[in-house]
């Protein structure tokens, strides 16, 4: 059974640019959420969905959206990108049933603001 | 609950010893409880939970304690090996995933 599939492993845009990460969930997962992981402060929750609704939102700014296709792909946007956008941003997927289920993530996106 | 303190930040042991990372947290809806290991490079990977009906839980090495009154839960690595070298996060769910802040394991052979 595949993992949660993440691209591009690695990213370098500009300050004012935008930027689109893709995430595959393993089969039959209807869940994914999105993540920022930076070394200042750890993990943070960006934003979850489930059967292509955001079903949880983290304190982020509007400039980070995120959607999910019917087969429970997501891709998750930001906007005018800020030096401090750079993280890994990672997503975990899980069946989804209620949030407290087992999430599996995969190896997560670098992204360099410049 | 936001506030899931995790200690210690760091911690180094001998190979053979044990390890055990605490952490606590406030949200008492909160009923699950996953511990992950980061490595260099990797996403987090799931490596043992537990859930609120459960006071613990074993695999193999791998041990987590829960102590709901108290809020607080508890991995234990016994026997560690240099491949236990990473980072590893707790976690806690309400309505979302709160992780600690991470412990840095570094095994010494």
């Known amino acids: 059974k595949a993992g949660v599939t993440q691209t591009p492993r690695y990213l370098i845009k500009t300050r004012g640019q935008q930027v689109t990460l893709s995430c595959s969930p393993i089969s039959g997962h209807r869940s994914v959420s999105w993540y920022q992981q930076t070394p200042g402060q750890g993990l943070q929750f960006l934003f979850e969905?489930?059967?292509?609704?955001?079903?949880n939102k983290g304190n982020f700014p509007g400039r980070f959206s995120g959607r999910q296709f019917s087969n429970s792909r997501s891709e998750m946007n930001v906007s005018t990108l800020e030096l401090g956008d750079s993280a890994l941003y990672l997503c975990a997927s899980s069946w989804g049933g209620a949030v407290n289920t087992e999430a599996f993530f995969g190896q997560g996106t670098r992204l360099t603001v410049v | 609950g936001e506030n899931v303190e995790q200690h210690p930040s760091t911690l180094s042991v001998q190979e053979g010893d044990s390890a055990v990372i605490k952490c606590t947290y406030s949200?008492?809806?909160?009923?699950?409880f996953p511990w992950y290991k980061q490595e260099l490079g990797k996403g987090p990977q799931l490596i043992i939970d537990?859930?609120?009906?459960?006071g613990e839980k074993k695999d193999q090495r791998i041990a987590v304690t829960l102590n709901k009154t108290a809020k607080h839960f508890s991995l234990h690595i016994t026997e560690t090996q240099p491949e236990d070298s990473a980072v590893y996060f707790c976690?806690?769910?309400?309505?979302?995933?709160?992780f600690g802040t991470g412990t840095s394991l570094t095994v010494i052979p």
């Open positions: 976690a806690e769910t309400g309505n979302q995933f709160y």
């Open positions: 949200d008492s809806a909160s009923n699950y």
């Open positions: 537990i859930r609120s009906n459960v």
């Open positions: 969905y489930f059967s292509e609704t955001q079903r």
